[in-house]
C-alpha cells in the first residue's frame, strides 16, 4: 500500500500538482498578509472605540475567520479536484493495467492512493491555514481560541470529500465524478444554510431539513463546528456573523463524519475490486 502512496506523490510531483499547490498557497498568504496588515494598520490608527469595543480584536477574529473561510474552500476544491481522475482516468487510458497485473491487491490501490492524496490534503492545509494563522499573529499577535480542534475538523471535512471523488472514481467517468462531488458538497453548504436560518428563525421543520442533509454529506457541518470553536466565546455568542452557526453542530458528527469516511472507503474498494478492468 505504501508503494502505492509513494507512487501517487511522485504523479503528483511530476504532473506539478505539488508545485502549483505550493506556489498558488504561498500568493495567497502573501496577498492575505497585505490584507491584513492594511486593516490592522487602519483600525489601531483610529484610536479607541467610543463604545469600549476592542475594535482591533473584533477585527482581526473577522479577518482570521474570513481567511479559515477562504482556505476551508481552497481545501474543499483540492479534495475534489486532486482524485477525481485518478482511478477513472487510468482506467479509461489503460494506465491502471500496469498496476493490477502486479502483484498488489487492488484494496492496497485504492488505499494507498487515498492515502497518498489525504497527505498531499494535509500539506496544503497546514500550508494555507498556517500561513493565514502565521500572518495574523505576526501582525496583531491574535491566536484565535482553539485551534487544535478547528484545524482538524477542516481537515476531516476534507477528508469526506476526498473520500466520495475516491468512490465516485470507481466507477464513474471523471467528469461524472467531478459532477458527483461538487454536487453533494453544494447540497451540503445550501443544507447547512438551511439549518442556520431555521435555527435564527426558530422553525425546527427547517432546520430538521438541514439536519438530514448534514447527516447525508458530513461536510459543511464540519466547517461551522470548526468555525464555532476557533471564535472567542463574545465574537460567537453575537450570531451575527456568516461565520457564527446560530445551531451548533453536535461533537457526535465527527463520529458520524469518521463512519461516513471508514464506509466510504469499504464502497470504493469493494467497488473497485468488482469492476471488470
Not at 176 to 181: E, I, R, S
Amino acid at each position: 500500500m505504501f508503494t502505492i502512496t509513494l507512487l501517487t506523490l511522485h504523479e503528483a510531483l511530476r504532473k506539478r500538482v505539488l508545485l502549483l499547490a505550493l506556489v498558488l498557497g504561498l500568493g495567497f498568504v502573501a496577498i492575505y498578509a497585505i490584507g491584513v496588515n492594511y486593516i490592522y494598520s487602519g483600525v489601531t490608527t483610529r484610536g479607541p472605540a467610543p463604545t469600549g469595543i476592542n475594535a482591533p480584536l473584533l477585527a482581526m477574529t473577522y479577518v482570521t475567520m474570513a481567511g479559515l473561510y477562504a482556505v476551508n474552500f481552497l481545501m474543499v476544491m483540492m479534495s475534489a479536484l486532486m482524485p477525481v481522475d485518478t482511478l477513472s482516468g487510468e482506467i479509461r487510458s489503460g494506465a491502471i493495467q500496469t498496476l493490477v497485473t502486479k502483484p498488489v491487491h487492488r484494496l492496497e490501490i485504492v488505499l494507498g492512493k487515498w492515502l497518498g492524496f489525504w497527505l498531499i490534503l494535509a500539506g496544503y492545509l497546514l500550508l494555507t491555514a498556517g500561513g493565514v494563522l502565521a500572518v495574523v499573529f505576526a501582525i496583531s499577535r491574535y491566536v484565535p481560541p482553539n485551534i487544535a480542534v478547528g484545524l482538524p475538523l477542516m481537515l476531516l471535512e476534507g477528508t469526506v470529500l476526498l473520500t466520495l471523488s475516491i468512490a465516485g472514481g470507481t466507477r464513474l467517468s471523471t467528469l461524472a465524478n467531478g459532477v458527483l462531488v461538487f454536487g453533494l458538497y453544494g447540497l451540503a453548504f445550501i443544507g447547512g444554510w438551511v439549518e442556520q436560518i431555521g435555527a435564527l428563525l426558530g422553525n425546527d421543520a427547517t432546520s430538521q431539513v438541514g439536519i438530514v442533509v448534514s447527516l447525508l454529506i458530513p461536510s459543511d457541518v464540519l466547517w461551522q463546528l470548526a468555525t464555532y470553536n476557533m471564535q472567542p466565546a463574545f465574537f460567537r455568542d453575537a450570531t451575527v456573523t456568516p461565520f457564527t452557526p446560530a445551531s451548533v453542530p453536535s461533537p457526535a458528527m465527527v463520529w458520524w463524519a469518521l463512519g461516513y469516511i471508514f464506509a466510504g472507503l469499504l464502497v470504493a474498494v469493494r467497488s473497485f475490486s468488482r469492476r471488470d478492468l
